[in-house]
């Protein structure tokens, strides 16, 4: 691997946004991370979880009024929010573990849906139109076209002319600010704030 000094300019463009800059350091630090990361997780899909997580945050703070100044010290900055990340991960993989232990055995599920369980779902689809309707195009784009229609990944990187890795850091931002909304919009539904 080759180290790529980092200077004012690239910072400022990585901020600014631009495709080329943000899929090359998407492209160098995920060999970073994923090198870090494999000797402390177990499977492909928590590496990949903490690995997106990671650029999510630092791109989010990169981007905030009192980010980064200096550019020499993205590299270590990246390393810090990916140890965050990573703590985060042991620690929510730990609750997980004691609250299956405290489970019975057996569970019964019916599977049938009752009239309230109907209603509840055409509301949450009704919220989720609604949602999909307030994000960026290019958010509800990806959303659409990866997770409701299912269409085939290599297929949206052609059309939009971008890697497989840059569509999963924008496929992730997408889910993000679906997120931020659909939590806004429980919010405003709870008792207290009506």
């Known amino acids: 691997m080759q180290f790529f000094a980092f200077d004012a300019s690239y910072l400022e463009r990585l901020k600014s ?4 800059t943000e899929e090359h350091f998407v492209s160098y630090f995920s060999e970073l991370i ?6 402390r997780l177990k499977s492909k899909e928590a590496i990949e979880d903490v690995r997106q997580e990671t650029f999510v945050r630092v791109l989010v703070t990169l981007r905030a009024e009192k980010g980064l100044r200096q ?7 990246v390393n810090s929010i990916c140890n ?5 991960h042991y620690r929510s993989g730990s609750k997980k573990e004691s609250t299956l232990d ?15 369980s ?20 290019r958010d509800r784009s990806l959303l659409r076209s990866v997770l409701l229609e299912e269409r085939d990944k290599d297929e949206v990187c052609a059309e939009l002319g971008i890697s497989r890795e840059y569509l999963r850091v924008l496929i992730h931002r997408a889910k993000q600010s679906f997120k931020v909304f659909y939590v806004n919009r429980l919010d405003e539904k709870r008792p207290g704030n009506l």
């Open 34 to 39: 994923r090198l870090k990361l494999r000797s």
């Open 118 to 137: 109907l209603l509840e779902t055409k509301d949450q689809q009704r919220i989720v139109r609604q949602i999909l309707n307030e994000l960026t195009e």
């Open 71 to 77: 550019a020499d010290r993205l590299g270590a900055f």
């Open 102 to 116: 405290d489970e019975p055995e057996t569970v019964f599920i019916n599977r049938e849906p009752d009239a309230l």
């Open 84 to 88: 965050h990340v990573l703590l985060e």
């Open 17 to 20: 946004g631009d495709a080329q």
